[in-house]
């Protein structure tokens, strides 16, 4: 299973922050649900930094509800005041039944006409705590398998593929992940772009890059060249680059940070 925490780049900052797993009868539509909740103090701003995963997330809150695509880049949200948050991490297989063409959604997100999800949702949280959290994930799942239906074996094919270029190190190219699949490199290709919105390599480089803002955080005691081999980049300036091409500040800095 991948890292939830993986994406975090400053865990510390997190307000009161979840992660539930889905039930057992919707865990191929769903990774995993994300929930913060946050009380802000008047006048003050918590802004949450993260690298997200490369696959689509359907969020509910207390304004309504938004479909998010994959992203190429770092991104941050700011929070104030009070409030709440229920999101969910798409597996591949639901995508097709939220919208026909996921790479139109990428870096972008848009909002999303299912107001018995948000309903359901918000009933749920209003309840607070621990219990009101389950019943949020429980309505959010019933919801998700009423909308997706039976899950066909092109879409089993686009989560096994999602859960290898994602959870194992060892894939560094596409050509790697489709043999490992028994499947063409078009084939993989097309899998990609029509359930993640993303070609493969971006994959790869984003899980790659995860690892190493991981490494660079909870090992800083180890060099950076280091790190850099083990993740297979071709050397420290390479690595330094993905860091400043997608978060904008070199490994060094983000460490010291």
């Known amino acids: 299973m991948i890292d939830a925490w993986r994406g975090i780049l400053y865990p510390a900052r997190l307000p009161q922050f979840h992660w539930l797993l889905p039930p057992a009868e ?70 097709a039944a939220l919208i026909e063409d996921p790479s139109a959604l990428r870096d972008r997100s848009t909002r999303f006409d299912a107001r018995d999800l948000h309903s359901a949702v918000a009933q749920a949280m209003d309840e607070g705590g621990a219990v009101g959290r389950e019943h949020a994930v429980t309505a959010f799942s019933a919801w998700l398998l009423e909308r997706v239906g039976e899950i066909g074996p092109v879409a089993r094919q686009a989560n096994e593929m999602s859960a290898l270029l994602m959870a194992d190190s060892a894939i560094t190219r596409a050509e790697e992940a489709a043999a490992r699949l028994s499947m063409s490199v078009r084939t993989l290709q097309r899998l990609a772009h029509r359930y993640v919105g993303l070609p493969p390599a971006a994959l790869i480089r984003r899980r790659r890059l995860q690892e190493a803002a991981q490494c660079v955080r909870e090992h800083p005691g180890t060099d950076l060249s280091t790190i850099a081999a083990e993740l297979g980049y071709a050397d420290h300036a390479h690595l330094t680059n993905d860091f400043l091409t997608v978060l904008g500040i070199a490994p060094s800095a983000y460490r010291a940070s």
Do not use: C, M
């Open 26 to 95: 919707a865990a191929e539509l769903v990774e995993w649900f994300w929930i913060p909740e946050w009380n802000i103090e008047p006048g003050r701003t918590s802004r949450q930094h993260v690298v997200a995963y490369p696959a689509l997330n359907i969020v509910v809150d207390a304004g309504g509800v938004e479909l998010t695509g994959a992203s190429t880049r770092a991104s941050h949200r700011d929070l104030t005041g009070r409030g709440w948050a229920v999101g969910a991490l798409l597996k591949p297989s639901a995508v």
